[in-house]
Every structure is written in C-alpha cells, then in structure tokens.
C-alpha cells in the first residue's frame, strides 16, 4: 500500500503539463519587518564591463533580504554608497523610514581578483554594526552578494541566513528529465544530467560536491552519484529489483538505500569505498525513504510495519526501532533540520497532502501548508525554511516556508518542478 501510494504520487506529478522561466512569487511575509535600505555599492575600476557587474551586488543582496519576509526595502535608487561610510547621513535615512543601511565598494585586489567591502549601519543609533571584505573573481560577485546577504540576515536577526546555499531539483519539459543545480534564489541554474527516462530524488552529499539520485533509464530504478565538479558519476545500486531512495551518512562515506533485491523493500547501508552492502531493516514490512541523523546516532524511515504509512527511528547502534509518528493515518518522506530537533515530512489529511513539521523533542506537529499535493520536504541550511514541491494552478513549482508557516514563497519555471533538496 505504501509504494502504490508513492509511486502514484510520483506519476501524478509525472504527468503535470509544461510552463514557462524560474520566477519567485513572495505569498506571506513577517509581521514586523526590519526596514533596510541597501544601496548600490561604490567602485572606481577602469574596466567599466567589471564595473557594470559591480550594480547587481546590491540588486542581489536587496533581493535576497527582501524577498526573506523579515525585511521591508527601503527605496535606494537615487542614492550610491560614499566611498567612505562616514560620509553618509544617517539621520537621511532614518528620515526616510530606514532602521538600517547597507554600504559597499569594490576596489581591485591582486591576481586581477576584485575586494568586496560592505558596512551595516544602524540608522537609528548612528552606529556601525558589521564590516566585512571579500576577495573575489569578477564572476563570483553573485556568490559574494549572497554571502553578505547571509551577515546582513544573521547581524539584524541573531540567526544565520542562508541565501548562498543551493538547491537541487528534477526538472520535466519536453518528454525529457532534468536534474538541475541553482542557486536558493534559483539563478545560475545548471543541468547537472538528463534522461528520457524519469529522475528522482536527489540528495545532497554533506560537503555539497556530490549528488545521489535515481535515474530509471535502464528501464528500472538504479541509484547513482554524481560529482558536480567534473560531471563523473558511477551507479552504486543497481541490484535486482528496486533500488531506490538514496541518503547520505554524516561523514559522506555511506548511503542508506531501499532495495527490494531480497524480499520486500527494506533499507541497506552502501559502503561508497569498498562498495559493501549491508542489510538494515528486516521483517515483511515495507521500509523506504530513509534519513540519518545528523548525529549519525539514528536512522529515520517510512514503514507500513504498524499498518499504515507512519515515520520510525532505528538505533544506529543498536538497532532499536520506535514509531515517530501517530497523528493521522498517513505520514511520509522524514527529513531532519541541521540541528537535528525538527522533522519536517508529509502529512495526510482529509485526501490532502500537506507539509508538516514535529519537534522531536516534544512531539508537537504542526501543519505549515494548506495546498492539495505538497511533497518532498528539505530543510534550509539554517533551519528556518522548509523547501518542498506542491501543485498550483495544475502545475508542478516548488516552493519555502518558514517553519512557523508564516512566510512562503512559490519558485516556478517552464516546465514541472518537483523532488526539490536544499544544499549548502
């Protein structure tokens, strides 16, 4: 029952039609936003094509925080950064509604490379509350412009930002199957591979150099791993049967895989050095989609072995199963947050498929989405957004939100969009 109902899931979202270019839609946002005013960052190079590169810095980073829902963007267009902060009026922009100011110059460094400053200002007590400087290639400014958005986030909210991570997604459009790489604000997307043949459920390595997936174009499920680097990749479960729903240990060295290669669907652990296989999850139940901890103490999974598709935890230890979840009769695709305290999965609830997330430690479940078919949720880097697939309008997007559910976003593209995983 478990596999009807994911595989079924799977080719509904399958059959989704194609649309068109990634955009980013803001649907909810914080009650009490910061007011920020970021403005274009000062440069004086002589190579003015690096210097036209120079503008998007600050596009990028007011898009980043903008488009967050903790901040409100105080217009900056007729203003550019002084070449020395001092120089700013901070009364000016305390004036104009700002609480904050971002500042920034670019001046050249050795080795043709460019140094990146920024200073975060406070408007209202006239004081400095973050400097930093950078040293970049001219075509990493993007990058660069993510990572001050990452200070800014982390200085005015006291958590980490998490704009410079990635986010891996199949893309479907044309008959064909893509697995794509972009970044979280979905630009410098880049097709990692393609098939006639379905591809599913990326995962990113811990260190953000490789991807596992499941490609099915030797006609049946076979997991690979692929190094983003220079595109290598090799099939590391290709058994008899299904070989499915790949998961990487903490350390990188191992996959938890689901294998029908024996019996029924049960979870082995793949040794990617010596290439051992070794059988985890034993019994006539259906065990798939397994999670590690990131302590590398426990092992969640999905099972019907209670009679209804519920989430559980294995000891790595010792082996100790324990049922997780109980609210509802259906509850699927377990993933953990960084730190380890949250679970964010599939909900079940009246024919509707939600997203939700449990404190583990106290076992309090909330439902954060309300749409029909919500799927494959991935924590952000720091815990504070969930990145999942849904259905608008008949179509495949993906889209965030924020672990209390009060910010959401919505990131489509010609085409559907689905089994999304949030990277470093």
């Not at 919500?374 to 815990?383: G, I, K, M, Q």
């Amino acid at each position: 029952m478990l596999m009807r109902l994911i595989v079924a899931f799977l080719f509904f979202l399958a059959a989704l039609p194609a649309h068109a270019m990634m955009t980013i839609e803001i649907v909810g946002g914080a009650s009490n936003r910061i007011p920020l005013a970021v403005l274009p960052f000062n440069d004086s190079l002589p190579d003015r094509s690096r210097s036209g590169a120079i503008s998007s810095i600050a596009e990028v980073v007011a898009a980043d925080l903008g488009r967050s829902g903790y901040f409100a963007m105080v217009p900056s267009s007729d203003s550019v950064s002084p070449a020395d902060p001092k120089n700013l009026s901070l009364s000016a922009w305390k004036r104009r509604g700002a609480d904050a100011v971002l500042v920034g110059q670019v001046l050249p460094a050795a080795g043709n490379l460019l140094e990146v400053r920024f200073w975060l200002l406070d408007a209202v007590r006239e004081t400095q509350l973050a400097a930093m400087a950078f040293t970049t290639p001219a075509g990493s400014l993007r990058v660069v412009a993510h990572k001050i958005a990452d200070q800014v986030h982390e200085v005015l909210l006291g958590e980490p930002g998490s704009y410079s991570g990635r986010i891996a997604y199949i893309l479907k459009r044309g008959g064909r199957y893509e697995l794509q790489v972009a970044d979280a604000d979905s630009h410098n997307a880049a097709t990692i591979t393609t098939s006639p043949e379905p591809l599913i459920s990326p995962a990113w390595s811990p260190d953000g150099k490789r991807l596992a997936y499941v490609s099915f174009e030797d006609k049946k499920p076979v997991v690979y791993v692929q190094n983003l680097a220079d595109g290598a990749r090799r099939a590391v479960a290709k058994f008899r049967g299904s070989n499915s729903a790949p998961a990487w240990s903490p350390d990188g060295r191992k996959l938890a895989v689901t294998l029908s290669k024996d019996e029924t669907s049960q979870i082995y652990m793949l040794d990617l050095i010596s290439g051992e296989v070794t059988r985890f999850t034993r019994g006539g139940a259906l065990d798939t989609e397994p999670v590690f901890s990131p302590d590398g103490r426990w092992l969640f999974f999905t099972s019907n072995r209670g009679g209804t598709p519920q989430i559980y935890k294995a000891s790595l230890v010792d082996g100790n199963i324990s049922r997780v979840t109980f609210e509802g009769s259906y509850n699927v695709s377990p993933a953990l947050s960084q730190d380890g305290k949250s679970l964010a999965f599939v909900h079940r609830r009246e024919g509707r498929f939600h997203i939700a997330v449990m404190e583990l430690g106290s076992g309090q479940m909330r439902v954060l989405t309300d749409t029909i078919y919500d799927e494959s949720p991935s924590f952000a880097p720091n815990d504070r957004q969930i990145l999942y697939a849904t259905l608008v309008n008949g179509r495949g997007v993906l889209a965030t939100v924020s672990v209390d559910g009060k910010i959401r976003q919505r990131l489509s593209q010609s085409g559907d969009l689905r089994e999304p995983s949030w990277g470093k």
